[in-house]
């Protein structure tokens, strides 16, 4: 008798196994795209004290790339500026907005954020950080409401996503190479060609989404300001922004777009180091603007139907000017003063 070599010796043992394979994940509803752009320029200092001029016009520029660049729809995106009285960039508008870009998410969404003003250190209080102190945003209201860590952002914005869930973020603000306590960190090599993954064993991965971020500079680094005409921009801007404005195209892998923003910076004499960490591994030679962890980029979000979630519920602000500048071991200019 001849022996099939083809057929399954044990079919009952193959299907009970095939049975303990968990089904894939259904999102409960629609997909949802939603994004968060933060512009603070501290029109509550006075100039030359801390108050900056080009981060309003940051997330004018991050509106022009989700919109053209991501496919984001106008009624996708939330907005918090310091020159607009009910979009006021306070703590706790800051923290009610990332939870709505981050509550009830998924899988199938896809989320952004944007962050353009000051950034600052504090001492590290749970041992997570190996230079000893903790990055932060500083919101329009720091002077009473205080900073936000990057361990609070990480518990806002990382730990509650689901698997299946993705989420870019961009932050133009000094001390920021950490500044969301992601476990992956892209190193480049020492010819600036080649690229590496290193994993931080102070920070165990607590999040199952797709978190990838770009961030200005190093956390010992500060980030810089354009002045208007330099760098070919008509307006003050974030060098880091300017950067990626120049830099990002729908099919630029995550390698190419940081070695490019690193060579733009570099060419243009700017010594702040762009940086690209995540916190799952990443897949470096994916599209960032299409990114999958898999291949070489997800379907197009124009071929997707995304469903539009209402904004937030933002909470007047009564921030008064000119009370005192922020010093400077507190605060580094998110972009410099």
Not at 12 to 32: F, H, N, T, Y
Not at 109 to 116: G, I, N
Not at 134 to 163: N, R
Not at 245 to 252: A, D, G, Q, Y
Request: glycine fraction near 8%.
């Amino acid at each position: 008798k001849f022996v099939d070599l083809g057929a399954c010796f044990m079919p009952e043992a193959q299907a009970a196994a095939e049975s303990l394979v968990p089904a894939p994940i259904k999102p409960s509803r629609a997909p949802v795209r939603k994004a968060l752009t933060v512009g603070i320029n501290y029109f509550c200092l006075q100039p030359g004290q801390g108050q900056l001029s080009g981060c309003i016009n940051d997330s004018d520029t991050i509106v022009g790339i989700l919109k053209d660049t991501f496919g984001f729809q106008d009624s996708q995106i939330c907005r918090l500026r310091d020159d607009r009285a009910n979009m006021m960039p306070t703590k706790a508008n800051i923290l009610a907005a990332l939870r709505w870009l981050t509550s009830e998410a998924v899988p199938g969404d896809e989320l952004f954020l944007h962050y353009s003003g000051h950034g600052g250190q504090v001492k590290d209080k749970d041992g997570d950080e190996e230079s000893g102190m903790d990055d932060t945003l500083i919101p329009c209201d720091f002077q009473h409401a205080g900073q936000i860590t990057d361990d609070e952002l990480h518990t806002h914005i990382v730990e509650p996503l689901p698997k299946g869930v993705r989420m870019w973020v961009i932050l133009d603000c000094c001390h920021s190479g950490t500044a969301l306590d992601l476990p992956y960190k892209v190193q480049v090599g020492d010819t600036g060609k080649h690229v590496q993954l290193s994993k931080s064993k102070l920070r165990p991965k607590g999040g199952q989404a797709e978190v990838i971020m770009i961030s200005g500079c190093q956390d010992t680094q500060t980030s810089a300001d354009v002045s208007a005409g330099s760098m070919g921009v008509a307006q003050a801007a974030g060098a880091m922004t300017t950067a990626l404005r120049n830099c990002i195209s729908p099919t630029v892998s995550c390698q190419d777009l940081l070695l490019r923003m690193r060579d733009y910076l570099n060419s243009n004499t700017y010594a702040q180091v762009p940086q690209m960490s995540s916190e799952q591994y990443i897949n470096l030679e994916s599209s960032f603007v299409t990114y999958s962890p898999k291949g070489y980029g997800s379907p197009s979000a124009r071929d997707i139907q995304f469903a539009v979630s209402p904004h937030p519920q933002l909470q007047p602000a009564d921030v008064a000017p000119a009370i005192a500048a922020p010093q400077p071991a507190q605060v580094g200019g998110g972009v410099s003063p």
